[in-house]
T-cell receptor
Framework: AQSVTQLDSHVSVSEGTPVLLRCNYS??????LFWYVQHPNKGLQLLLK??????LVKGINGFEAEFKKSETSFHLTKPSAHMSDAAEYFC?????????????FGQGTTLQVKP | EAQVTQNPRYLITVTGKKLTVTCSQN?????MSWYRQDPGLGLRQIYY???????DKGDVPEGYKVSRKEKRNFPLILESPSPNQTSLYFC????????????FGSGTRLTVV
């Protein structure tokens, strides 16, 4: 069965320090992996995606993620946090089998950025 | 501007009163889907559609209906809403090619009393 586990429900960093949001996935076949961000009272915005090309994926707003098949991980990082990064982040997997288009969401990680 | 538009943004209704949440996309996307977001449960798929007149159940379809008569529209219908359908709902769409991420609407916050 496919699943996504975000290892931290809440992460707090100071402005200007690195961000690490952890995600592990379980998928029987080659999945596509995504990170989405949700700002308060807003919809979900795609940050970046992995679709079996380069394992280091660069996204918007300085975020990047590395796909590590051996560790079944897809952690999201940013070298220097900005106040505007405070939001909820979702790691998402789309299983490689079938063509249903279904997305499986992690529980979300709330990122707090302190001044 | 390429977008997914949901209406209404906020809705309070009473148990048993039929309602429809509309979703429209202007990107000519084949795939559309509905999700509900609940605290501690993340987002769960309700229904999805691979193209016009092709729909199928997601993980939590009970109490919901959908239709896809036109490519751009994918309304979510609650025939007899109940309080356990109080939630934040998102519509999403993507092109037919499987490597694309979804574009999400801004959400509809539904309260059933």
């Amino acid at each position: 069965a496919q699943s996504v586990t975000q290892l931290d429900s809440h992460v707090s960093v100071s402005e200007g320090t690195p961000v690490l949001l952890r995600c592990n996935y379980s998928s029987s076949y080659s999945p596509s992996l995504f990170w989405y961000v949700q700002h308060p009272n807003k919809g979900l915005q795609l940050l970046l995606k992995y679709t079996s090309a380069a394992t280091l994926v660069k996204g918007i707003n300085g975020f990047e993620a590395e796909f590590k098949k051996s560790e079944t991980s897809f952690h999201l990082t940013k070298p220097s946090a900005h106040m505007s990064d405070a939001a909820e982040y979702f790691c998402v997997v789309r299983p490689g089998t079938g063509n249903t288009g279904k997305l499986i969401f992690g529980q979300g990680t709330t990122l707090q950025v302190k001044p | 501007e390429a977008q997914v538009t949901q209406n209404p943004r906020y809705l309070i209704t009473v148990t048993g009163k039929k309602l429809t949440v509309t979703c429209s996309q202007n990107m000519n996307h084949e795939y559309m889907s509905w999700y509900r977001q609940d605290p501690g449960l993340g987002l769960r798929q309700i229904y999805y559609s691979m193209n016009v007149e092709v729909t199928d159940k997601g993980d939590v379809p009970e109490g919901y209906k959908v239709s896809r008569k036109e490519k751009r529209n994918f309304p979510l219908i609650l025939e007899s809403p109940s309080p356990n359908q109080t939630s934040l709902y998102f519509c999403a769409s993507r092109p037919g090619l499987s490597n694309y991420g979804y574009t999400f609407g801004s959400g509809t916050r539904l309260t059933v009393v």
